[in-house]
């Protein structure tokens, strides 16, 4: 060992190999299609909520409590009336304008005569989203270039826009009878037929006002092509030719369509938008499965980034556009829901869908019944759960054609487990027509998940890029050679040359075997703890050269700059020291903004290591030639198999690295396990409806009773109750599972719980039991409260009520804070006496009342014990909603941590979790008369605890993945609401804002405009409901 310097020697290596930024996405604005399907319905408020799911530190995943925020058609509404009533002053403007000075927007309100005045764009760009609004300015966005005019093609969009203006958006059936009972009433009574004439002017006009405002300018493409014209009818020929064919399929049917039964457009697509020209040999294989092309269900296994994702995108297009119906996209976290809207966006644009989000605060229940188009709604676990309730409860499953859930294997993951397997047991059971498609890449026991799915089972070890498993053992590296009795074959020893005080700091070689890669390469370092993260991140800076520093040295500046703008000024010390070196951390204690931060400079090759737990083990596609597991221990805990191959997985993601490596660092004493870890088969994935004392197995049977009743069957017998249950994994696992109670007993166990908790009722008739849901029993499974706390609630409401202190946020606040997050805060005492001392007089007198006096909180701070009893919960929870409400006043989530000593991270996931249970706790109080005080005040204070920002951010804020930062980058250069940026151009976007490349612009854009189309049809429908004509109307 080399004493003397603390050095280490880093080989210059060839410049960074970085994946070119891929094909600008090209997109154009949907199209309205009028096929007059089904009858929009009014939004209304659907109250379904998931059992909570925090994170803990031990596996630290993204902070994915996931939520309702009940209907935002309401705010929707009232955004679209504000931009009508904008542009219309915009379009008196517009007109008392020359004409050959056209500025339009996406949503401009467009009269005729100024739609003819659109210049087409040119031929072969016109497709894309840069190019169409290339040349349109929105009235106050950063200047565009101006149109010029084309006579010819403007003739050629003056007759398509009359021809448009014509079709109506009224549903047939409504027309059909709207004509009829013209000429009757016209017949039998002229003043009638007059009056009815009246009534169907003021119809018109006004629909024909919001059509124009909305529709025609948001839905509609800003400027047509003849080829464009063309183009158009060539997809809708190959759509029609792939459903007719659709409608035929045989399972000897070979073909369906030009591309997989889809038109070639959307294998243009796929290139356009993500740089893949051909599909590998098992996409293709598996697309043509008859299996596949027979709709039946499919379970599909394959390594990490063997491109699983492609095939389930493309069997959505198919569904979405030969069959025409909705799909559903399970996929884990947020964050992958968010990256999933933003990717797809572009797709739904050119192929006239609707991209909806169902994460965080986002989704509506149920969901906007649209007549002329289908949408794909992209899901966490939870939000995918309360969708599919919401459907079942208003009869619309049958319209989902397809559920794709990403990482099956999260079946066996815990209460987020048991609501995946709760979804699909309610699609099985009732809906016959829904295809159900799973992908994992580590799936043990697929034979059982196979007859819980009713699903045939594709699986093939393809992996594009190489991956090669090392461990290291002392200073040797060993090739992982499963097949080898050894199952550790000797590969190298490790070369470094380290001075005793560096190898007392670094006793495991992380510096040598990160050093090996970077700065040429990436490096993943995933690390047992969050501390953990931070300690490797600054240990290995520590003993980088200065050459480090030079490297991308102004990207990282502007990186650290961001950071430090979406920290009001504060940037974590640990990053600010690492990151002028090119590494970072990354942990669920960083706020999202940081997060994202991070993993786009990763991404882009400005940083070039990153120390992370599992934050980052999902599905995640981010350069990683190497990947380290600095312990095979997650927290305190040995590895899971399925968990180490997620790791390990990350290294070497087709298109961007050509090849990976993963190194398991291990001591003596982890040998024997770990031979295990690396070669065992995949651990069996067992149902959790039994997890958390059958929390599962109670909150499904509570569901079943209520859905059973809001579909008219007013009870439930126990015999159906049994049938859901004997279609779920537990059941075909009962063996396993069910050793000391059966699955019968279970249920009965269950059935008593439920009675006893007052959440049903049983009662006896000739035909057995029958089952019927008690009002809090339907407020619990509607809120998705938790059914241990349900009671609780109830009480806490009831008391609240006696005496709400409504003077500021502090008593609401406290009723929503989640029971779930008490037990994870201990409070600073000082900061919570000094927070207290700054309360209202009536503030003070609330905390006492809910069992919080004063006294209690001075003795704690000074040290002293008490002797009074004092629920402790209580305490807990008025410290979290101390915490929340100085957060409500300030919007500043750094100094709010350092003043109650939380961690950022937390204090975000206890924000996003609170606006979560008030949208939970407002759709309870909901189901009883006595709490409608609380409908409005917890409806207004969902929307406040959602958008924890100054109120000019939120309509930027939600677009897909628009963070805090962003909105208000975006709001200083001139982006201020979402039509601004629905309008933007891309390139004019990426370059007014700083460190947004043009690949994020055009995802910004796109989903900006996915929304904006989303809300304008959403008015749209709720417009034609309120003014179509009933069907019963009395006639005379
Ligand atoms: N036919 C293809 N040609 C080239 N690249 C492809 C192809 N199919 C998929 N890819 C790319 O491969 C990468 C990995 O694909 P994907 O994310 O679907 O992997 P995965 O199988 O879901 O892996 P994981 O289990 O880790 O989530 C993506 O960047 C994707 O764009
Ligand atoms: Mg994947």
């Given amino acids: 060992m080399n004493a003397e310097q603390p050095e280490l020697k880093v080989k210059r290596v060839s410049t960074r190999k970085r994946p070119r930024e891929r094909l600008r996405s090209h997109l154009t604005p949907a199209r309205k299609k009028g096929t007059g399907r089904d009858k929009g319905i009014l939004n209304g408020l659907m109250a379904d909520q998931n059992p909570t799911e925090y994170c803990s530190d031990n596996e630290d995943l993204f902070g994915d409590y996931d939520s309702i925020l009940g209907d935002s058609s309401l705010m929707a509404t009232l955004d679209c009336v504000e931009q009508i009533a904008r542009k219309q002053d915009l379009q008196q403007a517009v007109d008392s304008k020359p004409v050959d000075q056209p500025q339009r927007g996406f949503t401009e309100l467009r009269s005729l005569k100024n739609t003819c005045l659109q210049r087409p764009s040119d031929d072969h760009l016109t497709d894309s989203i840069l190019d169409v609004f290339k040349d349109e300015s929105f009235e106050d966005l950063p200047a565009a270039p101006q149109l010029d005019l084309d006579k010819d093609v403007l003739e050629n969009l003056k007759t398509t826009e009359i021809l448009q203006e014509h079709k109506t958006s009224t549903p047939l059936r409504n027309k059909e009878r709207t004509s009829e009972d013209r000429t009757k009433m016209g017949d039998k009574n002229t003043t009638e037929g007059q009056t009815f004439a009246g009534f169907s002017k003021a119809r018109r006009s006004m629909t024909d006002h919001l059509k124009r405002a909305m529709l025609s300018n948001a839905g509609a493409p800003s400027t047509v092509s003849r080829t464009k014209v063309l183009k158009e009818a060539v997809v809708s020929k190959e759509i029609n030719v792939a459903m007719q064919a659709m409608e035929t399929v045989s399972t000897v049917t070979t073909d369906l369509g030009p591309f997989f039964g889809l038109p070639t457009k959307v294998k243009e697509l796929i290139y356009k938008l993500r740089g893949i020209n051909d599909l590998y ?82 989704g509506r229940f149920p969901p906007v019944k649209r007549r002329n188009k289908n949408s794909l709604y992209i899901a966490t676990i939870e939000k995918g759960h309360s969708l599919v309730n919401s459907l079942i409860e208003n009869g619309r499953l049958e319209n989902l054609g397809l559920v794709v859930v990403d990482e099956l294997h999260m079946l066996g993951d815990g209460s987020r487990g048991a609501i995946i397997e709760m979804t699909l047991a309610k699609v099985l059971y009732m809906s016959k027509q829904t295809q159900i498609i799973g992908m994992s890449a580590t799936l043990g026991n697929i034979k059982d998940i196979q007859k819980f799915l009713r699903a045939e089972n594709y699986t093939n070890d393809f992996r594009p890029v190489q991956l090669s498993e090392y461990v290291k053992l002392s200073h040797t590296i060993y090739e992982v050679a499963p097949k080898e009795e050894d199952c550790f074959k000797f590969s190298r020893l490790l070369n470094f040359k380290y001075s005793s005080s560096m190898q007392k700091m670094d006793p495991d070689h992380i510096i040598a075997l990160v050093t090996e890669v970077i700065p040429a390469y990436s490096c993943l370092v995933f690390c047992p703890t969050q501390k953990n993260c931070e300690n490797v991140a600054g240990m290995i800076c520590k003993y980088l050269k200065e050459e480090f520093l030079v490297l991308k040295e102004k990207e990282k500046g502007v990186l650290l700059r961001e950071l430090r703008a979406s920290g009001n000024g504060m940037v974590c010390p640990v990053l600010r020291k690492v990151i002028p070196y090119g590494l970072a951390y990354h942990h669920s204690g960083l706020t999202s903004a940081e997060r994202r931060l991070v993993e786009d400079a990763y991404s882009s090759g400005v940083l070039c290591m990153l120390a992370c737990t599992s934050t980052l083990a999902a599905g995640i596609n981010l350069p990683a030639r190497r990947v380290i597991l600095r312990s095979p221990y997650m927290a305190a805990d040995f590895l899971r198999r399925s968990q180490y191959k997620q790791m390990v997985g990350r290294a070497g993601r087709a298109g961007i690295d050509t090849m990976g490596e993963s190194i398991l660092i291990i001591q003596d004493k982890d040998t024997t396990m770990a031979k295990k870890l690396v070669s065992a088969p995949m651990e069996t994935c067992y149902s959790n409806l039994t997890h958390n004392d059958g929390k599962g197995v109670l909150s499904l049977i509570l569901s079943i009773i209520g859905l059973n009743a809001s579909n008219f069957c007013m009870t439930t017998t126990l015999e159906q109750v049994k049938d859901v249950m004997s279609g779920t994994l537990l059941c075909v696992q009962e063996e396993h599972l069910c050793v000391e109670r059966s699955l019968s007993d279970r249920v009965q166990d269950s059935l008593v719980f439920l009675q006893e908790k007052n959440l049903i009722t049983v009662s006896q008739c000739s035909q057995g039991d029958t089952l019927k849901i008690t009002t809090l029993g339907r407020a619990t499974y509607k809120s998705s409260v938790d059914l241990t706390h349900c009671d609780m609630l109830y009480k806490d409401l009831s008391k609240g009520l006696e005496s709400l202190m409504l003077n500021s946020h502090l008593h609401l606040l406290y009723l929503v804070t989640p029971y779930d997050m008490i037990a994870q805060c201990k409070p600073d005492w000082m900061a919570f006496f000094r927070q207290f001392t700054l309360l209202s007089a ?97 409806a ?77 049809s959403a008015l749209q429908e709720e417009v034609d409901e309120l003014l179509m004509l009933p069907l019963d109307l009395p006639m005379a």
């Avoid at 069959?323 to 964050?335: A, E, G, T, V, W």
């Avoid at 963070?963 to 629905?982: F, M, S, V």
């Fill in 281 to 362: 040999d098992w996409q293709k294989t598996c697309l043509n499965l008859d299996c596949v092309r027979g709709r039946r269900n499919l379970i599909y296994s394959l390594p990490t980034s063997g491109g699983k994702t492609l095939v389930a995108e493309i069997l959505i297009l198919k569904e979405l556009l030969c069959r025409k119906k909705d799909c559903l996209f399970i996929l884990p976290y947020i964050s992958l829901v968010q990256e999933k809207v933003r990717g797809l966006a572009g797709f739904g644009l050119e192929l006239d869908f609707m991209v909806e989000e169902y994460a965080g605060s986002k």
């Fill in 842 to 938: 009536s503030e003070q007198k609330m905390s006492a009342a809910v069992g919080v006096p004063e006294s209690f909180v001075a003795r704690k701070a000074a040290g002293q014990t008490v002797k009074k009893s004092v629920n402790m919960a209580s305490v807990r929870r008025l410290y979290l909603a101390l915490v929340l409400y100085t957060l409500l006043k300030e919007t500043n989530l750094w100094s709010v941590a350092e003043r109650f000593q939380l961690s950022r991270g937390f204090i975000q996931t206890l924000l996003s979790s609170s606006s979560a249970f008030c949208a939970c706790v407002l759709h309870f109080t909901e189901e009883f008369e006595e709490f409608w005080p609380f409908k409005s005040l917890l």
């Fill in 940 to 1016: 207004e204070l969902t929307r406040r605890l959602s958008y924890c920002v100054t109120a000019e951010l939120v309509p930027l804020m939600e677009v897909a993945g628009v963070l805090e930062y962003r909105a208000k980058q975006l709001y200083n250069a001139g982006y201020k609401t979402l039509a601004h940026l629905a309008n933007a151009d891309p390139n004019i976007l990426s370059n007014n804002v700083e460190n947004l490349n043009k690949k994020q612009a055009n995802m910004i854009v796109a989903s900006a405009k996915m929304l904006l189309n989303d809300k304008a």
